[in-house]
């Protein structure tokens, strides 16, 4: 079975010969190796380049690294590094690159698991300095954020992020129906070797064995994290919290709730910022549409995958409202959009009579699920399960009615209807048209 990853290979030919090292990122398990090696390598083959100028080269495999052994043979391939990690010797790699290449031909570079190689950023910086190397490479731990990436490589990086499955490759690949594959990717989520699994049982046990045994120890190893209870109950409570605004002290006093013990707000912070950087949550910022102002608090948090987030809740908390909100911000992000929760305040009439027997009137603050934005495009899109009724319908859309600009919006809704637009441009988009890609 095989996931058509066309939106990231595409990425990648759009890079080609760019003079600057392709980094995929993404969190682990989302099929990076995989589209390096496999989808981008079958595609160099079909251009015409020959095997032997593909050079494939994977860290964390023996094989290949037994390449290396004929090399400064006086020397181990495996070396300690100035923090006295097992690191792989960048000189006797850089030996057998030069053994197997010239000047005068082209060569593709594909390069897994590179945070294996002692000092890789001198390593990749100086592959650069061959115009005839074209370096693609992959890593899995907390460096190959792109903020870290940018000063790491001095401008000399193209960052490629990959996430799990979104929904339409999900179909796609399972050769499922939209309402079929809905049941399943709502629990089980897009993680690609979850998605071929066959059996239920066999998805929920690796999906919390990943979390804890994975995702889980390598924030702990990587930040040295010795408050490992606290770390794995703080991934808990954001998990219980998607779609809902939040802020550190507000996840602070829900952790006292629920676990009868104490953690501060800053050390909250800091374990999201932890979450964060391995791309298994993401924050998204509240921005007033009047005031044209970001607010710093409260934000929202979203997972990478909701298999993920259901898989730290034991799968006892789908709710399908939420779930489907997180899906469609990650739709969202796939197509390239900043993403942002939207403010809106306005001023209503209220119920209430004031001493000269006038209506009082108050503000009043609405919500717009999300504002995409990319290049000269935006759009303001509101998440609706359904819209069953006029007083329904019209709550979905209050906040966008409150928007006086001309950028197109959407209500995406379960209704199983052809897109429709009513009298006020609102348009009604049923949400598995808009997740196979419409609009996109």
């Not at 399943?184 to 690609?192: A, C, D, N, R, S």
Request: neutral net charge.
């Amino acid at each position: 079975m095989e996931f058509s990853r066309d939106h990231y290979l595409q990425q990648l030919i759009n890079r080609r010969k760019n003079g600057l090292i392709k980094i995929i990122t993404g969190t682990r398990r989302a099929g990076k190796s995989y589209l390096m090696n496999t989808i981008f390598y079958r595609y160099l083959l079909g251009q015409g380049i020959p095997r032997d100028h593909i050079i494939r080269f994977a860290f964390d495999m023996d094989e290949d690294l037994d390449r290396l052994d004929l090399y400064y043979p006086e020397a181990p391939v495996r070396i300690k590094d100035d923090s006295g990690q097992e690191k792989i010797n960048s000189k006797k790699f850089r030996a057998w690159i030069r053994d197997i290449t010239n000047e005068n031909d082209d060569y593709v570079l594909l390069l897994d698991e590179v945070q294996e190689l002692d000092h890789f950023v001198n390593t990749l910086n100086s592959l650069l300095r061959h115009p005839n190397f074209d370096v693609y490479v992959t890593g899995s731990n907390s460096r190959f954020l792109s903020s870290e990436i940018a000063t790491e490589f001095r401008g000399r990086g193209s960052v490629v992020h990959i996430q799990p499955l979104v929904f339409r490759e999900y179909c796609t690949g399972l050769h499922m129906s939209p309402a079929d594959a809905w049941k399943e990717y709502i629990v089980t989520g897009g993680i690609p070797l979850v998605a071929g699994m066959k059996t239920e049982e066999e998805k929920y046990t690796y999906l919390k064995a990943l979390c804890e045994e994975t995702y889980l120890k390598d924030i702990i190893n990587h930040n040295h994290v010795r408050a490992t209870e606290k770390l794995g109950d703080i991934f808990n409570i954001l998990a219980s919290c998607i779609g809902t605004p939040v802020n550190p002290l507000k996840i602070s006093n829900t952790f006292r709730s629920v676990t009868r013990s104490t953690i501060d707000s800053e050390t909250v912070n800091t374990y999201l910022k932890y979450f964060e950087d391995a791309f298994l949550v993401s924050r998204a910022q509240i921005y007033n549409v009047k005031g044209r102002a970001y607010i710093n608090s409260p934000f929202k948090i979203y997972f990478e995958d909701i298999g993920v987030r259901n898989a730290r809740l034991n799968f006892r908390q789908i709710e399908e409202t939420h779930i489907m909100e997180n899906i469609l911000y990650n739709e969202l992000r796939y197509r390239g959009y900043n993403v942002d929760i939207g403010k809106v305040d306005i001023t209503e009439k209220t119920e209430r009579i004031d001493k000269n027997n006038k209506y009082i009137y108050a503000k009043k603050s609405l919500e717009v699920d999300f504002i995409a934005a990319k290049a000269d495009r935006k759009i303001y899109l509101q998440s609706a399960l359904d819209m069953k009724g006029s007083q329904k319908e019209m709550q979905e859309k209050k906040s966008l009615y409150a928007i006086d600009d001309s950028f197109q919006k959407i209500v995406i809704t379960k209704n199983g209807l052809k897109p429709s637009m009513d009298e006020q441009g609102i348009l009604t988009v049923d949400l598995f048209d808009f997740l196979k890609g419409w609009g996109d």
